[in-house]
């Protein structure tokens, strides 16, 4: 069964500094997702990742996957308080028959101060 | 706006009473989604159907149950409702599978 675990679960960050949250998964994945969700809103979507050694970028945030160590990073980079949200990745089991649903971390509360 | 619409928006009802939560995918997006975030379970996959077939079951209790009908519509219904069930509902959808977009979310208080 797959699990996914993110770290940290809260993140306060001073503006102007990088972080990195981490997203390992269990088992065999073939799609990873980062998803940004505001207090009570829907989840957007930030990068899906589709390979080994995937990188992309949008802005101040830079998602990676690295499908050997099954583990994706999201790089902050000089914060900004606009990027106060709560962040989650999300992964794609490849076998069974659940195969299009997204098994989601507990998400990365990150909050930027100036 | 992601394209997925959810109605309604806020939901409140009393226990052991009976809901419907309906989505409208994207344009041309076949497969839906529906998902259930709690403070207790975060965000856990509820049932997946695709062209109007049941695709993929996750932990979907037996009381809820969902359908997709051939406008590619889909209700989640929840009976004998319990206070647990109090949560953001949120369907999401999406074409080829590789990229899901979720709907603005139906939040149900049951009381």
């Known amino acids: 069964e797959l699990k996914v675990e993110q770290n940290p679960l809260f993140l306060s960050m001073q503006e102007g500094k990088n972080y990195t949250i981490y997203c390992n998964y269990s088992?065999?994945?073939?799609?990873l997702y980062w998803y940004r969700q505001d207090p009570g809103k829907s989840l957007e979507s930030l990068f899906v990742?589709?390979?080994?050694?995937a990188v992309k970028q949008e802005g101040r945030l830079m998602a990676s996957l690295d499908t050997k160590a099954r583990l994706s990073t999201l790089h902050i980079t000089a914060a900004v308080h606009d990027l106060s949200a709560t962040y989650f990745c999300?992964?794609?089991?490849?076998?069974?028959?659940?195969?299009?649903?997204?098994?989601f971390g507990k998400g990365t509360k990150l909050s930027v101060k100036p | 706006d992601s394209g997925v619409t959810q109605t309604p928006k806020h939901l409140i009802t009393a226990t052991g009473q009976r809901v419907t939560l309906r989505c409208s995918p994207r344009?041309?997006?076949?497969?839906v989604y529906w998902y259930q975030q709690s403070l207790d379970q975060g965000l856990q996959f509820l049932i997946q159907y695709y062209n109007g077939e049941e695709r993929a079951k996750g932990n979907i209790l037996e009381r809820f149950s969902a359908q997709q009908f051939p406008d590619l519509h889909s209700e989640l219904n929840l009976s004998s409702l319990e206070l647990g069930d109090s949560a953001l509902y949120f369907c999401a959808s999406s074409v080829a599978g590789v990229e899901q977009f979720f709907g603005p979310g139906t939040r149900l208080t049951v009381l």
């Open positions: 990742l589709l390979s080994n050694g």
């Open positions: 344009s041309g997006d076949l497969s």
């Open positions: 088992t065999t994945s073939d799609r």
């Open positions: 999300a992964a794609r089991p490849t076998y069974g028959g659940s195969q299009g649903n997204l098994i």
